[in-house]
């Protein structure tokens, strides 16, 4: 514990000289929030600051072997790492794909080669990855995917689409399922190929969502060479590496359900546009929701902690990341309703185009109980894997 203290001690103190204040405030854009690669422009000195010294130090992926570039801290580390950053509001300095699902995978799958080469990368932002997974037929049943990757000698040739991938038209590479067996069962000939989005052949077109806003696009290849070396793992054992990839992404979707660095607590929020009368918030029916959600998060923030730490201690996550991919975006949809609620008539205000209002979020969660695994799925994967109910 000596130790731990010294290092939060240093972490600290770090943290306040080379933290922008800037980079303490909420989020008011997706421009706002630095996501790299090679076409990303930044929006101002601060951001580009904030993002390069972290990745110097390894801490846009800190648990992440040095090796690679990453911070190499313990998880007792990088728990304290966050716990800092949280209390300065200190936003993430880095979204990544590349961090959440693909890096992981990379660390247990790839050849040491690929290690060297993407790794690195994906720590200092160099590349902006999307996940080609769905495919227009291909969504709840994953493995039903149908886009081809054919043995060319030297390469595959790849032909197909992916929907929903997530901004698609503005990455640099892209992590994708593909089969390469259509004559075995459909788990098995699926393979995991990354392939450079600036290849001949490849093509975005962005789906207009409620929201206002284009993140999610369709992905054509056509005729797109990818050359072997970019195949992750054993030629059609791709389907291990997608489940270990979504369980990552089901951790991060879930992350969804917490308070984000900077932002307010309902109950701040509605203090602040309600008012309060002996301490207590005026609104007595919305005091009781508010109060509800709170214990609801407190709850789902200690058992992220508890899964974390069977997870240090070798038990995995596994089906635990639907567990909290469900309860993680569903309290994200109930927190923005309840925020819907304070603001009243106000909430609808709709602003710029690229402007994260509130109504605009809110529109947006809509999507968190589809995305990464519906939360159907998610119950069926509860009730048999954590419940252990019949089928």
């Not at 972490?11 to 929030?33: A, F, G, H, T």
């Not at 690679?68 to 580390?77: I, N, R, T």
């Not at 993430?92 to 690195?120: H, T, Y």
């Not at 309290?331 to 304070?342: A, G, H, P």
Request: hydrophobic content about 35%; proline content about 4%; charged content about 25%.
């Amino acid at each position: 514990m000596a130790n731990a203290e010294e290092f939060r001690q240093q972490i600290r103190e770090w943290l306040q000289e080379n933290c922008p204040e800037s980079m303490r405030l909420p989020i008011y854009s997706d421009k706002d929030q630095c996501w790299g690669g090679r076409n990303w422009v930044f929006e101002n000195e601060d951001q580009k600051l904030w993002m390069e010294r972290m990745a110097e130090r390894g801490w846009t992926a800190p648990e992440w072997p040095a090796e690679y570039g990453g911070g190499g801290l313990s998880k007792v580390e990088a728990k304290i790492l966050r716990e800092e950053m949280a209390r300065i509001k200190a936003r993430r300095p880095l979204e990544s794909f590349g961090i959440d699902m693909l890096g992981p995978a990379l660390l247990k799958f790839a050849s040491e080669e690929q290690k060297q080469r993407f790794i690195p990368e994906i720590v200092h932002g160099k590349i902006r990855w999307c996940q080609g997974y769905s495919e227009p037929n291909a969504g709840s049943d994953l493995a039903s995917l149908q886009m081809r990757a054919e043995d060319k000698g030297d390469h595959y040739l790849v032909n197909g689409s992916k929907t929903w991938t997530s901004y698609a038209n503005k990455s640099d590479w892209i992590f994708c399922l593909v089969r390469t067996d259509f004559d075995v069962p459909k788990h098995q000939g699926i393979s995991f190929l990354l392939i450079d989005m600036a290849h001949p052949g490849v093509s975005t077109h962005p789906i207009q969502l409620i929201s206002g806003n284009s993140p999610f696009c369709e992905t054509y290849f056509d005729d797109v060479e990818v050359p072997k070396a970019h195949l992750i793992g054993e030629l059609n054992k791709g389907w291990e590496i997608a489940k270990y990839l979504l369980t990552h992404e089901r951790e991060m979707i879930g992350g969804f359900g917490l308070l984000r660095a900077g932002g307010a607590s309902l109950g701040q929020t509605a203090l602040e546009a309600i008012g309060e009368r002996e301490g207590r918030l005026t609104d007595d029916g919305l005091r009781a929701d508010i109060t509800a959600f709170e214990v609801d998060e407190m709850g789902f923030a200690l058992t992220i902690e508890r899964v974390i730490d069977e997870a240090k201690a070798g038990q995995g996550t596994g089906a635990a990341s639907s567990m909290l991919k469900y309860y993680g975006t569903e309290l994200n949809k109930i927190r923005y309703e309840l925020q819907m609620s304070v603001g009243g008539s106000d909430a609808l205000a709709w602003g710029e185009q690229d402007e994260l209002t509130l109504v605009k979020q809110w529109l947006r969660t809509k999507g968190n109980s589809i995305e990464g695994g519906t939360s159907e799925i998610q119950l069926n994967i509860i009730a048999k894997r954590i419940l252990g109910l019949p089928s």
